[in-house]
């Protein structure tokens, strides 16, 4: 009995979501202030300050592949870039020196950058998803063409993400060749800070 009585409910719930959806007044452009600069349209889209919008259709999905030209956008007054594919946003030009793994935390927990912080070193996972093997041997770093980063070595980035049973390393991706491989902690590697997701 309480098992069909919550279904009745979950029902009555979804019909009342529906029918006020589509009673909402449809007229209206500006829609709903949801954060001081965020809006959220009557037809779904969220609304940016700069008036650009994001829908669902538009929603970062890792499963897509998009060209460069449409997979990344400037942000920060171009000083980061939005990857459209994973929704993260990351440094346009990273820094170039070498660090140590826990510096390399340090750093991007501290960075101030396109006047924003909340920066964090990347999981591995999504560093990984920048890479593009497929734009030929002889081209570095394994990037897609038309992506609008700079500084970008050929070398290893650190990553967040630390095998578990080797705490002493830490995973890093090479832009080099692509290849995700380990090293310790102490190493120097370079620092690709991003923001959002996780």
């Known amino acids: 009995m309480t098992k069909k009585m919550g279904m009745a409910v979950q029902s009555i719930m979804i019909l009342f979501i529906v029918l006020f959806s589509l009673t909402a007044d449809a007229g209206a452009a500006s829609g709903v202030e949801v954060s001081g600069d965020l809006t959220i349209s009557n037809a779904g889209s969220l609304i940016f300050p700069d008036g650009t919008a994001q829908t669902t259709a538009s929603a970062p999905t890792w499963y897509q592949v998009l060209p460069a030209l449409q997979r990344f956008q400037l942000v920060m007054g ?17 820094d170039t020196l070498p660090w140590e793994w826990h510096a390399a935390v340090s750093y991007c927990y501290s960075l101030d950058w396109g006047g924003r ?22 081209i570095t770093p394994k990037l897609p063409i038309g992506h609008p980063f700079a500084n970008i070595l050929p070398n290893a980035y650190w990553s967040s993400s ?20 380990y090293g310790d902690k102490s190493s120097g590697f370079n620092a690709w800070c991003v923001r959002g997701g996780q």
């Open 162 to 181: 630390a095998p578990a049973d080797y705490p002493i390393t830490a995973w890093s991706v090479n832009m080099g060749d692509g290849t995700v491989n």
């Open 117 to 138: 912080s909340g920066w964090r070193l990347p999981a591995a996972t999504e560093l990984a998803s920048l890479v593009d093997k497929s734009v030929g041997v002889n």
């Open 78 to 94: 171009g000083n980061a870039v939005l990857d459209r594919e994973t929704g993260l946003v990351w440094v346009k030009a990273p």
